[in-house]
T-cell receptor, first 114, second 110 residues
Framework: KAGVTQTPRYLIKTRGQQVTLSCSPISGHRSVSWYQQTPGQGLQFLFE???????NKGNFPGRFSGRQFSNSRSEMNVSTLELGDSALYLC?????????????FGPGTRLTVL | GDSVTQMEGPVTLSEEAFLTINCTYT??????LFWYVQYPGEGLQLLLK?????DKGSNKGFEATYRKETTSFHLEKGSVQVSDSAVYFC?????????FGQGTELSVKP
């Protein structure tokens, strides 16, 4: 089975711009979660989508949003970028059948905001 | 709220040394516990997991036992290799999301 894929792998944006990141889960997985990884804050949960609905949300401002499509692929959008949004954004997929399912991670998208 | 605390790194060991990375957690209920590993420039890879008290997860020579009485999930390996150099994250599942420790960087010297 193919793993979780994320595109693009690297992005450079300037402050004020917006960005869209994409995640394709493992085939058959219906849950997609997003995490932000920074040196200062570590790994923080952004949100989880299951069957096209946001099922869980972390403590991030409304500039961070996401969606999930009928094929379980997910996108994450960040509007009005700030320097502090520079991070590695990781997507993880799971079957979604249990809230304690194992999550499998993609390689991440490295976002740099200048 | 739920949280995970890991021993601070970096940890530097010689090849074939014994490894222990401490992890303790605070949680309501009985979460599943995980160890993930991150190699430079990559995402997180699941190393092992345990879903209930006294379960032992194991993979690639690494082991960790879910200890409810001490709320711990320490990672151990009997003989580390240079290829084990990476950052290790302990995590618990809470309501469908993972809560991570701060990560422990391991460097193994030949």
């Amino acid at each position: 089975k193919a793993g979780v894929t994320q595109t693009p792998r690297y992005l450079i944006k300037t402050r004020g711009q917006q960005v869209t990141l994409s995640c394709s889960p493992i085939s058959g997985h219906r849950s997609v979660s997003w995490y932000q990884q920074t040196p200062g804050q570590g790994l923080q949960f952004l949100f989880e989508y299951f069957s096209e609905t946001q099922r869980n949300k972390g403590n991030f401002p409304g500039r961070f949003s996401g969606r999930q499509f009928s094929n379980s692929r997910s996108e994450m959008n960040v509007s009005t970028l700030e320097l502090g949004d520079s991070a590695l954004y990781l997507c993880a997929s799971s079957s979604g059948d249990s809230r304690a399912d194992t999550q499998y991670f993609g390689p991440g998208t490295r976002l740099t905001v200048l | 709220g739920d949280s995970v605390t890991q021993m601070e790194g970096p940890v530097t060991l010689s090849e074939e040394a014994f490894l222990t990375i401490n992890c303790t957690y605070t949680a309501t209920g009985y979460p599943s516990l995980f160890w993930y590993v991150q190699y430079p420039g990559e995402g997180l890879q699941l190393l092992l997991k345990a879903t209930k008290a006294d379960d032992k997860g194991s993979n690639k020579g690494f082991e960790a036992t879910y200890r409810k009485e001490t709320t711990s999930f320490h990672l151990e390996k009997g003989s580390v290799q240079v290829s084990d150099s990476a950052v290790y994250f302990c995590a618990l599942s809470a309501g469908g999301k993972l809560i991570f420790g701060q990560g422990t960087e391991l460097s193994v010297k030949p």
